[in-house]
């Protein structure tokens, strides 16, 4: 399990405080100039819309606590990635949802957690695993992180424009975009 894929870390420290029978999460970092610094929600969480199709093991919260990373992924051509839990974990107060990206629909790199403490208190410090990545793909695969481009920085934006403009969103034309993007 452990030779396949990556894993995706924590990339800051959080407590993050629940209260039993009370719907939702609070969250606090170590300075509020966190969320400033990266101009982006760094937690934030989907709303019932997603949140009530999505099975639950008993004492898991109604929430997902979503990580907001800035980190993103560009893949070759029609490659996806699998996200699963931490297999093998040390702590079982969290774990990611599973799910499959495709770069092409979407490059940015966020975690959806279910949290299973329903009464709390949780630390969360900076490098704790929170998921695997796993490429489906037979081929070997070689990771690259780099820090992004101008041109990774114009994709995101227009990426971001082209998901978010319409009622609608049309993810054949983003693919074609992407694959055009990044030949």
Known sequence: MFKVGWYVPMWYDVHISTKKNQPGFSWKVATPEMTKIHEMNIIDTHGDQITKHIPKRKGTIDNIVKINTPYS??????????FLPMPYADNFDFESTTGILDPAESC??????NWNVEEGNVFLKAGTPLMQIIPLTKENVNMICEEVTEKDKKWINKQHFFKTHSFSPIRNKIKSLYEEWYQ
């Open 73 to 82: 992924i560009v893949a070759p051509k029609g490659m996806k990635f699998l």
């Open 108 to 113: 940015e790199l966020n975690v959806q957690l």
